[in-house]
């Protein structure tokens, strides 16, 4: 959002979803409209196949060494929620930010 025109595109999609989300809780049954949509006409002929096999486990190795040397240094950003309410209070940040 650096220019003018940026900002209000960014603040009409704000809108357009919250509108929308607006619509749903309003109209339940337009889930049920869009469900059967989706399974009747838009994947109605083609289905969904995953390139992963349901045994492929994620590659952690490959940031297993990145990991093992900054693992001490994350701890203290670790979210504790038996201290702190949030996440931002505990990093010490008071939001909104009013300037």
């Known amino acids: 959002m ?21 619509d749903i809780l309003l109209h339940p049954e337009l889930v049920t409209k869009a469900w059967d949509y989706f399974k009747n ?7 969904y196949q995953s390139f992963l096999r349901p045994d492929d486990k994620p590659a952690i190795w490959l940031n297993q060494a990145t990991m093992a040397k900054y693992r001490d240094e994350m701890r203290k950003y670790y979210y504790n929620p038996e ?11 008071k939001y909104p930010t009013v300037r």
């Open 2 to 22: 650096a220019t003018p025109i940026a900002h209000k595109g960014v603040v009409a999609g704000a809108k357009v979803q919250a509108m929308t989300v607006l």
């Open 41 to 47: 006409v838009q994947t109605k002929d083609v289905k």
């Open 83 to 93: 201290k702190y309410d949030t996440y931002l209070e505990q990093l010490g940040i």
